[in-house]
């Protein structure tokens, strides 16, 4: 069964502050891993797809990483816009998605 | 244009009732999805849905059952609510295969009473 684990649950960041957020995974053959942005209220936002260890991929201030057990989302310099839920997802084989308990980043200005 | 739409955005009912969330999306894909997110914002999968096979996730209740008139639209039916069904309810699409993102439509918060 796959699994993803995301942390830190919450996170508190100073404006401009770089910091990263961690998701682990375990799968039987990983088709992709998947990042999301999810603003209260809203349904998640599609940020990011990685498919094999040491692919990297950037938007703005937002970069994502990816190992054989792990993806890391960088956030440089952030700003109070990117206060929001951030959600990793794996996808193997034909199952749906599984996500991660969300890591919920507060950036205070 | 919205690319997965979901009515109604609320729904309030009380314990017992039968009622319906109807998703539709615009974008061609072949696959449909309804997932649940409960109060500590985990997404969890309910179903997944293409043309031709409905894969139910075995932990759902047989109260819930997903209708799709067509490859655009995907309904989900609840019959004898229970206040636990309290929730957001998320519709999904996406082409079917390996390694695509899917869209997800804003959400359906139901509250049972």
């Known amino acids: 069964e796959d699994q993803v684990t995301q942390s830190p649950e919450a996170l508190r960041l100073q404006e401009g502050e770089s910091s990263s957020l961690n998701c682990s995974y375990t799968?039987?053959?990983?088709?992709?891993l998947f990042w999301y942005r999810q603003d209260p209220g809203k349904g998640p936002e599609f940020l990011f797809t990685?498919?094999?260890a040491g692919e990297e991929k950037e938007k703005e201030r937002l970069k994502a990483t990816l190992t054989k057990k792990e993806s890391f989302l960088h956030i440089t310099a952030p700003k109070p816009e990117d206060s929001a839920t951030y959600l990793c997802?794996?996808?193997?084989?034909?199952?749906?998605?599984?996500f991660g308990k969300g890591t919920r980043l507060s950036v205070i200005a | 244009d919205t690319a997965v739409s979901q009515t109604p955005k609320y729904l309030v009912t009380q314990m017992g009732n039968d009622k319906s969330i109807k998703c539709e999306q615009n974008?061609?894909?072949?696959?449909m999805y309804w997932y649940k997110q409960d109060s500590k914002k985990f997404l969890k999968i309910m179903f997944s849905?293409?043309?031709?096979?409905?894969?139910i996730n075995e932990t759902v209740p047989n109260r819930f059952s997903p209708k799709s008139p067509d490859k655009a639209h995907l309904n989900l039916h609840i019959n004898s609510l229970e206040l636990g069904d309290s929730a957001v309810y998320f519709c999904?699409?996406?082409?079917?295969?390996?390694?695509?993102?899917?869209?997800f439509g804003s959400g359906t918060r139901l509250t049972v009473v």
């Open positions: 799968v039987s053959g990983l088709r992709g």
């Open positions: 990685l498919y094999s």
């Open positions: 999904a699409s996406s082409h079917q295969g390996t390694g695509y993102g899917y869209t």
């Open positions: 974008l061609g894909h072949d696959t």
């Open positions: 997802a794996v996808n193997s084989g034909n199952t749906p998605l599984v």
């Open positions: 849905y293409n043309n031709k096979e409905l894969i």
